[in-house]
């Protein structure tokens, strides 16, 4: 092998362990919060063709066109009248883009993360949660959203926080639900609540049992002096393990609360209820057998409106 063949050999190896470490999911579910110190600042800067490719003002008009979607009134839905706090009705002002095919490592995902919702019954697993819950795109994306997390704190830098969150979305889409959900804070930080409670509607939407996004959106409904939905959302919340800690001051010790178990119990079947729906979309997607004469010329017809969205 001669010097330039070798000299190839070299930059290709090192071009293919840059693009393998942004797609590999991370495996650490414990990493300690503190690594946003050094990492995030450097590690979330995009590229020159990133930031070619990423217009943070298309990237406000998806998002926007996606949360106005169905968004003019309804009275009625399923032949049942909304109540009269518009809030109250969940999820009908979202309509989502399809979602994308469900991979091996996106099930292994969904299945650790319903084992951690288990373990929630009698001890505080929030925090692997959070952690399964920042890695889903593996460890950049992770960084950008610890890194967002730190211009948030910070009313002078709550632009370039939006800026970095949108990016994010960009390159995911919103079926990684953190950055929705991190977008959701920042807007009820500076008091667009409409937004802020339609990005939290999306969260839930996307996953139901997101304890985070059900305070949030409590919050949002205070904000908003909307005390009916506060209390239709608040009572949707992760309650207590201890069934009398309910109110300041709370305690660790006591009976268990039986509405937590409940709440685990609903939150483990809408987790398996939504890994069984991505299974079945993914065995149509490549053709299981059993659709081979199921579908009509009408199924035909509406596939067109199935088309997946530019911005998922």
Not at 82 to 99: F, G, H, N
Not at 138 to 155: F, V
Not at 161 to 170: P, Q, S
């Amino acid at each position: 092998m001669n010097r330039r063949t070798t000299i190839a050999a070299l930059l290709f190896l090192a071009c293919w362990k840059h693009s393998e470490s942004s797609f590999l999911f991370s495996q650490r579910l414990f990493a300690p919060t503190s690594v946003v110190s050094r990492q995030s600042s450097s590690t979330c800067r995009t590229s020159k063709d990133d930031e070619n490719d990423f217009d943070v003002e298309t990237a406000r008009q998806n998002l926007d066109k996606l949360i106005k979607k169905g968004e003019e009134p309804k009275k009625k839905k399923e032949g049942k009248e909304y109540s009269v706090s518009r809030l109250i009705s969940p999820y009908y002002e979202i309509t989502l883009p399809p979602p994308p095919p469900m991979t091996a490592m996106e099930r292994d995902r969904r299945l650790a993360e319903i084992k951690i919702i288990q373990r929630l019954t009698d001890e505080d697993a929030t925090d692997d949660l959070w952690e399964l819950w920042f890695n889903e795109r593996g460890a950049t994306a992770r960084d950008g959203l610890k890194q967002a997390d730190q211009l948030m704190s910070d009313p002078n830098t709550w632009k370039q926080c939006e800026m970095v969150l949108l990016n994010l979305l960009h390159k995911h889409g919103v079926y990684f639900v953190e950055p929705v959900n991190r977008l959701a804070t920042l807007y009820y930080l500076q008091g667009r609540y409409d937004q802020s409670f339609k990005l939290c509607q999306v969260v839930l939407e996307l996953k139901p049992w997101h304890f985070g996004a059900l305070s949030g959106i409590v919050a949002v409904c205070i904000g908003k002096g909307d005390r009916e939905a506060a209390r239709f959302w608040a009572d949707r919340r992760l309650p207590n393990m201890v069934a009398a800690s309910s109110f300041p001051p709370f305690s660790d010790t006591g009976a268990v609360n039986p509405r937590r178990k409940e709440w685990v119990e609903r939150a483990v079947h809408d987790a398996a209820e939504a890994l069984l729906a991505a299974e079945m979309r993914t065995a149509k997607s490549f053709g299981a057998p059993e659709d081979y004469y199921s579908k009509s010329e009408s199924n035909t017809e509406s596939s067109k409106d199935d088309m997946p969205d530019e911005w998922q």
